[in-house]
């Protein structure tokens, strides 16, 4: 039977199609296990749903069964590769939808997504980082405005139980768009990142 050390050689062949260099050498392996005839890879996946994770992860199920085990993938993903605690605490997961092209309808699925995610119990928060035309409060419509805590964190306001978080909510006008240049924005989603998550 294949052992660990072997299977984990095996692997050194799978390269990372964006990076040109073998999964082992870049850290993607965190462990390898074989347990009779199951082997366990646990890999450093920070976006396990990417085209290229996906790709990668089918040719490690083909290398696995082809050393005549069956393939059983995790993804763990550590602080060297994923979300610090200190950049957004308490958030366990981060969803981002985003296009290069306006009006094709990322306020629509990330209002649903968030509301979708509220109904089945997951305690979820929402960011509209469109600085210039900022949607989200049209969708999800909160009754108050942010507050501040006495430390100057921001509590976002509620909408059916999802908090959202808009620039909307911090320009005197809604209806106008936000004129800022890049040092603006960039202390604008500082800010929100620093919100509340209650």
Known sequence: ????????????????????????SMGLVNDVTVSE?????????????SPAEIE?????????????????????VDDDHGFDDEILPGVKNVVAVASGKGGVGKTTVAANLAAGLNDRGARVGILDADVHGPNVPRILPTENEPGVTPDGDIVPPAS?????????HMMPDGDEPAVMRGPMVNNVMRACHRTIHT
């Open 160 to 168: 059916d139980g999802v908090r959202v978080m808009s620039t909307d």
């Open 37 to 49: 005839d199951t082997a366990r890879v646990s890999l450093a996946f920070n976006a396990p749903y």
């Open 56 to 76: 990668i992860g089918n040719e490690i199920r083909d290398v696995v069964e082809g050393a005549g085990l069956d393939p059983d993938l995790r993804a763990n």
């Open 1 to 24: 039977m294949t052992t660990a050390p072997e299977l984990r050689a095996r692997l050194a062949d799978v390269e990372d199609p964006l990076n040109d260099d073998d999964i082992v």
